[in-house]
């Protein structure tokens, strides 16, 4: 199974620094975030699903599928509970269900799927080594961006350690698909454990790798990997702020909101 | 507090810390579609076996460790949005708190960094640090994902904490079984690994570590079934003793 998320296309959105792609999904979520009338969030929505289209992100869209409709279907039952609006639909007892909080919860459940697909947008067009180099091309401290990038690294190996154990203990007798919730968690202990002494173990044979070549976390460095920002992206922060700013004035003159809150 | 940014010096502490946060996000990845509570934003955690673990053995290395973990799992869940922010700071303090307040939650803790896992006074501590931590965890977690109006904050304080607190108990079984193998073969606990002056000692860990217990049980009950109207000001208020407190330990 690939756990990955990026796909490999050659659209002006992977060619974006990732600079650029970071600044830029964080503004995107900022524009999410300023609405929180339905129509305005299913236009942003619409928005994005057509930018996926651009980046050649559908696919990933589609497999992560129910996890956006069901972000929209939960908000959409439990939000009208918990937002007021003076429009009352229905009540019985403190349960009460006004037109705006079920208007709200529908813009909720389209916020929360604007994220995700923001997100996905994102991880589908940018490398984990991109994405690392960024951060730290953003000042993120070596050290945090050094543990960041190995333990991307190191998630499919120990992931595929966990399945051989899974295996392996299945093998065993070890039966993991019977029982409730509590019993089925509790089964996870005799898998965790190889799985955790395998990776600890890991530890000092990296550590020592590591400082037999020199490794200092301290260290000034030189890259191999050397993005430049260009004139697209520079063109794409600026539409984007200008997209994050128009947002946030007209929802100052009142426009975008159901309810008189975030 | 000290300890938790040192620890960026320590080649060791660094590797400690990638191996926790792949091993997290590793379990996350693997049960993030297998029963959702709240789609896109929890799920029954069995991966919350490990923070609390790894927080007692790895100290510093394991507070990153979940944190960074956590975010890889939203990433490669596909679940990376904002309220990822606060889920790396609450997980932060999941894998941070337990580690401090085992020697700075006096009386009740005795100061000694050792486990001593054959008394049941330490099982006590672990029990109490397990709905503390998790309790500290569901708060912060909750308070942001308030403000965003992604998620109502009495739901998901609740379902982070029962969730959190399961996770960590079944911990302990975890933790006996590996504790002589990383304490004594791979001399791999926390304070084995770092230099004593790295360590140092906390300004105020008693006054810290109670402030994080008053913060994350009224963050929790009053937030979520006393003062449920006032969520977002509950959760606030409890955030910021919460904080303070972690920074003084």
Known sequence: MNIFLYLDEDT?????????????VVLLFGVALVFNHPLYMAGIALGLVLLAAAAKALPNFWRMRYILILLVVFSTVLWPFFAEGPTVLWSWGPLEVSRESLMYAIAMGLRLASFVAAGLIFLSTTTNEEFTHGLIRLKLPYPVAFAFSTALRLVPTFAGAGATIVQAQISRGLDVESGNIFQRAGKFIPLAVPLFIYAVRHT??????????GFNPGAKRTWYLN???????YLVLALLTALFLGALFLRLRGYGAVLPRL | MKAAFTMWKNTRMIILVAVCAAIYAAALIAFKTAIPLIPGITEVRVANIFPMVFSLLFGPAAAWGSAIGNLIGDIFGGTLGLGSIFGFVGNF????LPYAMWTTLKPIADGERELALGNWRAWVLYILLALISSAACGVVIAMWLEVLGLVPY??????ITVNDT????IGGLLLLAVYGVVRRQ???VWWDVMEPEDIGKPAAGVLGAWLVVIGALAGWILGAYILSGQALIVGVITTVLILLGAVLM
């Open chain 1, 12 to 24: 002006w959105f992977h060619r974006l620094d990732p600079r650029t792609k970071i600044i830029g």
């Open chain 1, 204 to 213: 000092n044979m990296l550590a020592m790798a590591l400082e037999s070549k």
């Open chain 1, 227 to 233: 993005p430049q920002m260009r004139r697209a992206d």
């Open chain 2, 93 to 96: 303090l999941l894998g941070y």
């Open chain 2, 154 to 159: 009495p739901v998901l304080v609740t379902i």
């Open chain 2, 166 to 169: 399961f996770g960590s108990l």
């Open chain 2, 186 to 188: 791979l001399r791999l």
